[in-house]
């Protein structure tokens, strides 16, 4: 494994698989045993999940909420999806801990960030749950934010889709993708990766970032072993 310590960032709208809404179990688990795979190769893992298959504190502003209100509603759905995911990993024999950006337990720790590192060095996968703890950040952000924390040699954003491209690749047949890029360039290009707080707090704190296709099974290994998938993002 070409990384020793990793902080994987989740979508929580993949948590729904073929489902319109909530988790699919078939990609819970998915995860669950492409994530065992590596731990059990010595990889020390942390993971951060969106909770967009839940509610989006954005998309409840459109609709009335207040944007506040919004953010902590979007924060517990990322503490629902934490708690699914460790509760599959314990499942399958694996030592997850869910650590809380603001405090709730028993549903989990609260986060610091001795905590985090000491339990990572127990060989236990660590996930952090309710973003940053604050309104106005993102998911991405708190990835980022958690990333530096842990001292990881990398953050893994896994999506939907295969990389960074030059256009939606959904909505833009002719968009082609990026191999390796640098964090000005996205910021240049103004390509949609994560919000530019996150892309900012990569790039001041040297944290490479690289883009991939979580969906597909065996990608994560594939990453972890150094095969050239995905877009890897240089500081």
């Known amino acids: 494994m070409i990384y020793k310590r990793i902080l994987l960032k989740l979508s929580g709208e993949s948590l729904m698989g073929?489902?319109?809404?909530?988790i699919d179990e078939v990609r819970l688990e998915e995860y669950a045993l492409q994530i065992k795979e590596i731990a059990e190769a010595g990889v020390q893992i942390g993971i951060v999940i969106g909770g967009g298959n839940i509610f989006r504190g954005l998309s409840g502003v459109s609709k009335g909420y207040d944007r506040v209100k919004g953010d902590?509603?979007?924060m517990l759905a990322?503490?629902?999806?934490?708690l699914a995911l460790s509760s599959e990993l314990h499942s399958?024999?694996?030592?997850?801990?869910?650590?809380?950006a603001t405090r709730m337990e028993p549903i989990g720790e609260y986060y610091s960030q001795r905590k985090a590192v000491d339990l990572l060095e127990k060989g236990h996968v660590v996930i952090m749950a309710g973003g940053t703890g604050?309104?106005?950040?993102t998911t991405d952000t708190a990835s980022v934010l958690?990333?530096?924390e842990i001292q990881a040699d990398v953050m893994l954003k896994g999506t939907r889709v295969d990389g960074i491209y030059t256009a939606d690749p959904e909505k833009d047949p002719t968009a082609t993708k990026f191999d390796e890029i640098t964090f000005d360039e996205v910021y240049d290009r103004n390509l949609k990766v994560m919000d530019l707080t996150a892309i900012t707090m990569c790039r001041d704190n040297r944290?490479?970032?690289l883009v991939f296709d979580m969906d597909t099974v065996g990608n994560l290994r594939k990453v972890m072993s150094g095969e050239k998938i995905g877009t890897f993002v240089k500081p």
Do not use: C, E, W
Request: aromatic residues 10%; proline residues 6%.
């Open 207 to 209: 944290l490479p970032l």
């Open 78 to 82: 990322t503490v629902i999806n934490s």
């Open 92 to 100: 399958h024999g694996v030592k997850a801990d869910v650590l809380t």
């Open 134 to 137: 604050n309104p106005f950040f």
């Open 72 to 74: 902590q509603m979007g």
């Open 18 to 22: 073929t489902k319109q809404y909530g």
């Open 146 to 148: 958690r990333a530096v």
